[in-house]
């Protein structure tokens, strides 16, 4: 990492040495004023570029598999919780930083009531609110009536196949953790809070305590240890086990972002069934390519290598069914951050465990020599294929800009000592040239934008028909709710102990965990996956629109470059590589594009008129009640069914509606906000990177011509600051050839 990013800071130092060069330029009395206005801009953006490229590596696994041990390993330190298991903030990132340093981002008071409204659909006994108005969790009497109802509910309401229910857990962390951020939350806003060296540790109260994390919208943590360069983000993400399926989607989010993934499994679990789940979800979005795999190991779970080796050679045979020849890799996370502290650092038994652990000589050094393959996997993944490959781009980009600048330099110096007619042939020569040029301008930029519009039509089709209520993903959603099937014979009890209204809230919470569950491990990705082939969709539109284009430009600076030999004059410096577009990130970061989140389709449950739910069911059970009265037991349980099953075909109805509306409302954001705009923005990406190839020939020489012919100018002044400027670019062109050879050669 330390290699590359020293040849990042090359290429900003040569980025900045030819930004001085346009500087002297403009210095030079009368001819540079306004020379290399549209080329500073260039290096302004490259700049820009460089430094803001943020290369992604998101670390994921179930809960409990040693994601965050992992993470404090690479930067040799306890800086985030380790054991936090389900608690753990969604997504903790963490950059390399001057100072240790944590920003915590929390959400509004808006967010959080309308987090507490949807938990509270069909929520049991409505008697509980004395106000018919919007829950306020800023309102002390909301406060009291939510706890007191949260405490009189049944254990089989609070707790559903042996585990606590999502949403009684989200409502009473907020509850709980209230007082210690009622200072902190803005009503509509996002606030944020900070926490510097002094007072880092106090952030793993918020990422570990599950009153405190409910109230996060992020983490972002600023390390000053490790060997991980400071374009690197690491991203510790929530267990993809955990309970709650919009952890799930909100992860997804940010793989979408990553450029590698680290996926870390267990050995003492091996690969288990929600794994599976989630990697075949990642393989689903396209981006299980970007994936390689780390089976964490404890070494008091294994007696032997051989032990392990039976493990990850299991592990590695279940990877292959969802991945061919999947890219693993075995260590241990913990032996690897107690390695990296001093004695004076780890506790007593954390010493003996280091001690011990050493003594076992073939795991440890097993884990050793897995660690350093590792290391190398990511060098070579991050810098070497993606990271060299960016800068190189860079480095072409500057080397044209430069050819340029000598290009100008040449042809000024030679207009400073010729006659009327000497200067007369070169500007025509150049004149006839720059109409051309205008022409092919104008051409591609018509051409571009028909283009444009052309794939835009396509495209709207594309996402109306991948969206359409009948045949597209909304309708798999509707089918799924549909086609659900409530055991009704497990909730006659809880009708006989609990009542109607907290049956239906039984029942609900089953069809909603079943629903998010699908629509997180089933309709996201196909969203994802459909979005990414568009993505691809509109660059490879381009691309073939733009390539004879390409193949015109470098004839035209073919051309131009023979006038300038018949004129005496050096040639500029064409690049012979084919048109390459920045990366897709870079054009969406650039055009502030953003892939709306998955999460927002499910959110269906704000909508749904649990009123009118209630009334149906509530109804026919009082009703069936009536009828059945004096009937037998077995037929008042059947009646009592009966009227459930009513409850619950209004349910899955108003359940469809919302999803209905919520598909409607993403289809229109995606195709009008996302991917139309990606079209727009591709397309003047193209257009520039093709017009920017022109930015080497010399077009306006009006004003040296007119002072060299009235005799205003001091010829060999203006000359010696010319060659001043020819020395600079010989040095940056050295330096350049320098860099690419490094960076070839890496």
């Known amino acids: 990492m330390d290699k590359y990013h020293s040849f990042k800071q090359e290429l900003l130092q040569i980025n900045q040495d030819i930004s001085s060069l346009f500087l002297s330029a403009g210095n030079i009395p009368g001819i540079g004023e306004y020379a290399f206005h549209n080329q500073d801009t260039v290096c302004d953006k490259i700049r820009e570029q460089i430094s803001g490229e943020m290369l992604k590596i998101?670390?994921?696994?179930?809960?409990?598999?040693?994601?965050?041990?992992?993470?404090?390993?690479?930067?040799?330190?306890?800086?985030?919780?380790?054991?936090?298991?389900?608690?753990?903030?969604?997504?903790?990132?963490?950059?390399?930083?001057?100072?240790?340093?944590?920003?915590?981002?929390?959400?509004?008071?808006?967010?959080?009531?309308?987090?507490?409204?949807?938990a509270m659909v069909l929520f049991p006994s409505s008697q509980w609110r004395s106000e018919k108005d919007s829950f306020d969790i800023c309102r002390e009497k909301d406060r009291k009536e939510l706890s007191l109802a949260l405490e009189s509910l049944s254990s089989d309401l609070l707790i559903t196949n042996d585990t606590r229910s999502v949403?009684?857990?989200?409502?009473?962390?907020?509850?709980?953790?209230?007082?210690?951020?009622?200072?902190?939350?803005?009503?509509?806003?996002?606030?944020?809070?900070?926490?510097?060296?002094?007072?880092?540790?106090?952030?793993?109260?918020?990422?570990?305590?599950?009153?405190?994390?409910?109230?996060?919208?992020?983490?972002?943590?600023?390390?000053?240890?490790?060997?991980?360069?400071?374009?690197i983000e690491i991203a510790d993400c929530q267990g993809s086990d955990s309970p709650n399926p919009l952890h799930l989607a909100m992860i997804q989010d940010y793989l979408l972002l990553t450029h590698l993934i680290v996926y870390v499994i267990s050995s003492r679990t091996g690969l288990r069934q929600a794994d599976i789940k989630f990697l075949s979800a990642i393989k689903k979005m396209g981006i299980i390519e970007n994936t390689i795999f780390l089976i964490n190991f404890d070494f008091s779970e294994h007696d032997s290598i051989n032990d392990l080796n039976r493990v990850v050679h299991m592990v590695k045979e279940e990877l292959a069914m969802i991945i061919p020849e999947p890219d693993v890799y075995t260590l241990s996370a913990l032996f690897n951050l107690f390695k990296s502290k001093t004695r004076d650092d780890l506790t007593i038994k954390d010493n003996l465990r280091l001690a011990q652990w050493k003594g076992e000589i073939a795991l440890s050094e097993f884990s050793n020599q897995e660690t350093e393959r590792f290391e190398n996997a990511i060098h070579q993944k991050l810098t070497k294929e993606r990271y060299a490959l960016l800068l190189a781009n860079h480095l072409e980009r500057l080397r044209v800009i430069n050819s340029g600048i000598e290009h100008w330099v040449t042809i000024n110096n030679d207009i400073l000592f010729k006659d009327a007619f000497g200067i007369n042939e070169i500007l025509e020569g150049i004149k006839i040239h720059e109409k051309k040029t205008q022409k092919i301008k104008n051409l591609i930029k018509n051409t571009l934008d028909g283009a444009?519009?052309?794939?835009?039509?396509?495209?709207?089709?594309?996402?109306?028909?991948?969206?359409?209520?009948?045949?597209g993903i909304p309708a798999q959603v509707i089918s799924f709710i549909k086609n659900y099937n409530v055991a009704?014979?497990?909730?006659?009890?809880?009708?006989?102990?609990?009542?109607?209204?907290?049956?239906?809230?039984?029942?609900?919470?089953?069809?909603?965990?079943?629903?998010?569950?699908?629509?997180?491990?089933?309709?996201?990705?196909?969203?994802?996956?459909?979005?990414?082939?568009?993505?691809?969709?509109?660059?490879?539109?381009?691309?073939?629109?733009?390539?004879?284009y390409d193949t015109m430009v470098r004839e035209a600076l073919d051309e131009y470059?023979?006038?300038?030999?018949?004129?005496?004059?050096?040639?500029?410096?064409?690049?012979?590589?084919?048109?390459?577009?920045?990366?897709?990130?870079?054009?969406?970061?650039?055009?502030?594009?953003?892939?709306?989140?998955?999460?927002?389709?499910?959110?269906?449950?704000?909508?749904?008129?649990?009123?009118?739910?209630?009334?149906?069911?509530?109804?026919?059970?009082?009703?069936?009640?009536?009828?059945?009265?004096?009937?037998?037991?077995?037929?008042?349980?059947?009646?009592?069914?009966?009227?459930?099953?009513?409850?619950?075909?209004?349910?899955?109805?108003?359940?469809?509606?919302?999803?209905?509306?919520?598909?409607?409302?993403?289809r229109e954001n995606i195709k009008y906000q996302y991917i139309l705009k990606l079209a727009d923005a591709v397309s003047n990406s193209f257009n520039k990177s093709l017009a920017e190839q022109f930015e080497s020939y010399v077009t306006d020489l009006s004003q040296i011509a007119?002072?060299?012919?009235?005799?205003?100018?001091?010829?060999?002044?203006?000359?010696?600051?010319?060659?001043?400027?020819?020395?600079g670019c010989q040095d940056v062109n050295k330096k350049i050839n320098t860099l690419k050879q490094k960076i070839e050669t890496s």
């Open 561 to 666: 470059n023979s006038t300038m030999k018949i004129l005496g004059i050096p040639p500029v410096e064409i690049s012979r590589k084919n048109i390459s577009l920045p990366d897709i990130s870079s054009i969406k970061n650039n055009a502030g594009l953003k892939f709306p989140s998955g999460s927002n389709i499910m959110n269906y449950s704000a909508s749904i008129k649990t009123d009118a739910v209630m009334r149906l069911g509530f109804y026919r059970f009082i009703l069936f009640v009536k009828k059945l009265i004096k009937k037998p037991e077995q037929e008042k349980n059947k009646g009592e069914i009966m009227a459930l099953k009513g409850g619950v075909a209004r349910l899955k109805q108003e359940t469809e509606k919302s999803v209905n509306f919520l598909f409607k409302d993403y």
């Open 488 to 548: 009704y014979n497990e909730f006659e009890n809880h009708l006989k102990s609990s009542g109607f209204s907290n049956v239906m809230y039984l029942v609900f919470q089953d069809i909603r965990k079943a629903l998010d569950a699908y629509m997180a491990e089933s309709a996201t990705p196909d969203i994802i996956r459909f979005v990414r082939d568009t993505e691809q969709k509109i660059i490879e539109h381009f691309e073939t629109i733009a390539g004879p």
């Open 58 to 118: 998101a670390v994921a696994g179930p809960i409990k598999s040693g994601k965050s041990t992992f993470v404090n390993a690479l930067f040799k330190g306890d800086y985030l919780k380790r054991g936090a298991g389900v608690i753990t903030s969604i997504v903790t990132r963490i950059h390399r930083g001057e100072n240790l340093k944590a920003y915590l981002w929390f959400k509004s008071w808006n967010k959080v009531n309308s987090d507490i409204e949807k």
């Open 706 to 727: 007119e002072l060299v012919k009235e005799k205003r100018i001091n010829k060999d002044q203006t000359s010696s600051d010319l060659k001043n400027i020819l020395n």
């Open 167 to 231: 949403n009684s857990v989200l409502l009473s962390s907020y509850i709980k953790g209230y007082d210690r951020v009622k200072d902190i939350i803005l009503k509509d806003k996002t606030a944020a809070l900070n926490f510097d060296a002094d007072k880092f540790e106090e952030h793993k109260e918020f990422a570990g305590d599950d009153s405190l994390a409910v109230y996060l919208n992020d983490i972002q943590l600023e390390i000053n240890s490790g060997h991980i360069d400071s374009n």
């Open 452 to 471: 444009a519009h052309k794939i835009k039509q396509s495209l709207r089709n594309d996402v109306d028909g991948f969206f359409d209520n009948r045949s």
